[in-house]
């Protein structure tokens, strides 16, 4: 079996209002950039992996929309009827920095049928791994409230689904986007089934979630706020130190990684310092876990990440890595990012740091 890739040009074609970075553009917000989350970063992505010859080595496709059933098991139909007449309508915004034209609704439950997509083809056997390419991304994206360019939970919607048709119960979600997953978090904080953890930016986005306080019911929430400033060698502490033995103690049956490229030092949106070779190192970690746990079955799925130049590598060295391709294309900026990493003071304070983090969670 190969990995699988999932994507769909249309995904490309959603899009937001008139933002200058974050910022509705008005009163003094000049017009020019747009939002951060635009399909460049994905597109290119796609590109590169066509021009490299790492696209034929893999079993790409496109999957079919998440249906209606599959978007009421995680968001409330009065919530769907909202998104849907404001779509049809020409387009708005419902939540916060969540805007969207004609056929929003659509692209985001094709967005959501991507994740499903890739998570049954690893359910069902017919893939090693996979990798969803969801655009919009979907981690903030709560039960009843879009935010933080998210419109439907594609990873809550891929579980639920997989749970009604009897493919796994017990979930675990890793994700490594710069901003802690809030909306997979609420989705299923009672859910002792579904373990979540999130490693992000302390107190980026939102500014009043991501507590490592919270942990939900039999503690099956797990957040690692990590300071500004993070480098490589602490992402793989904290996933040695907590989300591997967080794992093993949870021992589900498949693990979904929400697979946010915005921990990127040349990322607009975050203060981290990873770079592409720091994303094939993670990945590593999470096969192993995968292959211990759950007989390899690990999905990932795209989420934030909005450096149009560095995205593409560090989502190539993810598939290079998922693959076993023996195809290598060289991260231009690694060198660059790799001086940039924090000195051995910062590295230790944060280990002491984690190490405490790893007590409080009984780990």
């Not at 309508?89 to 094709?110: D, Q, V």
């Not at 759950?294 to 693959?323: K, Q, W």
Request: aromatic content about 8%; hydrophobic content about 40%.
């Amino acid at each position: 079996m190969r990995t699988a890739f999932f994507h769909d040009e249309r995904c490309f074609w959603h899009g937001g209002g008139n933002y200058a970075l974050t910022l509705p553009v008005g009163g003094f917000v000049q017009p020019g950039g747009g939002l951060p989350e635009n399909p460049e970063t994905k597109r290119r992505l796609v590109n590169l992996l066509r021009v490299s010859g790492l696209m034929a080595e893999i079993d790409a496709g496109s999957g079919a929309e998440a249906s209606h059933e599959d978007l009421l098991r995680v968001h409330p139909a009065s919530y769907l009827d909202a998104f849907k007449a404001a779509s049809d309508a020409g387009g708005g915004e419902l939540g916060l920095r969540t805007p969207f034209g004609p056929g929003g609704y659509e692209l985001a439950a094709l967005s959501a049928g991507l994740t499903k997509a890739a998570t049954f083809a690893v359910l069902e056997g017919r893939a090693r791994n996979a990798y969803a390419l969801s655009r919009p991304p979907g981690h903030h994206c709560l039960p009843d409230w879009p935010n933080g360019f998210c419109l439907i939970n594609n990873i809550a919607v891929a579980i639920r689904a997989a749970q009604a048709a009897g493919l796994a119960r017990r979930f675990a979600v890793v994700d490594w986007d710069v901003h802690h997953g809030n909306g997979t978090e609420a989705v299923f904080l009672d859910d002792p089934e579904v373990l979540t953890i999130s490693l992000h930016q302390e107190w980026n986005y939102p500014l009043d979630t991501g507590s490592a306080r919270v942990r939900g019911a039999e503690g099956s929430n797990i957040n690692i706020p990590l300071p500004p400033g993070t480098g490589e060698e602490s992402y793989l502490e904290a996933w040695d130190r907590i989300v591997a033995p967080a794992l093993a103690k949870h021992r589900p049956e498949a693990i979904i990684v929400a697979c946010g490229f915005d921990a990127s030092a040349m990322d607009p949106l975050g203060r981290m310092l990873l770079r592409a070779e720091s994303f094939r190192r993670l990945t590593r970690r999470a096969m192993h876990a995968a292959e211990s746990l759950c007989n390899d079955r690990l999905i990932l799925t795209h989420e934030g990440g909005y450096s149009e130049v560095h995205v593409p590598f560090c989502g190539h060295a993810v598939l290079e890595e998922l693959s076993g391709s023996a195809i290598r294309v060289l991260d231009p900026l690694g060198d660059t990012i790799g001086a940039r990493q924090p000195t051995m003071r910062w590295i230790d304070e944060t280990s002491r740091y984690l190490a405490e983090l790893a007590a409080e969670f009984e780990l």
